[in-house]
């Protein structure tokens, strides 16, 4: 059973900082792409950030570039995102997903959202 557990998500004011964290098991993890989407009611989701199998290549949504790092480690199935500089657009509920794609297959697995919230 694929599990992403997220945390590390809550109440801040503009310009803090958090730590997002994504505990993933139940696949092979070293082998997807790994995603941070947000989420607001009654919007679409943002891809935020993802980075592949082993960090060579990450890419950022220009409303985060330069305040927001995405890592991960391999060794532990995790998957990490800090946050600097937070801004109140930035409020949103954050999901961690992890997709891989093979000839025949498209696994695509979430956890189930932490909330952000930056306001002052």
């Known amino acids: 059973q694929e599990q992403l557990v997220e945390s590390g998500g809550g109440l801040v004011q503009p310009g803090e900082s958090l730590r997002l964290s994504c505990v993933c098991s139940?696949?092979?993890?070293?082998?997807?792409?790994m995603k941070w989407h947000r989420q607001v009611p009654g919007q679409e989701r943002e891809l935020v950030a993802d980075?592949?199998?082993?960090?060579?290549?990450?890419n950022y949504s220009d409303s985060v570039k330069g305040r927001f790092t995405i890592s991960r480690d391999n060794a532990n199935a995790t998957l990490s995102l800090q946050m600097n500089s937070l801004k109140p657009e930035d409020t949103a509920v954050y999901y961690c997903?992890?997709?891989?794609?093979?000839?025949?297959?498209?696994?695509?697995?979430w956890g189930q959202g932490t909330q952000v919230t930056v306001s002052s």
């Open positions: 980075i592949t199998p082993w960090g060579d290549t990450i």
């Open positions: 997903n992890a997709v891989r794609r093979t000839a025949a297959w498209t696994f695509d697995h």
């Open positions: 139940g696949f092979a993890f070293n082998k997807y792409v």
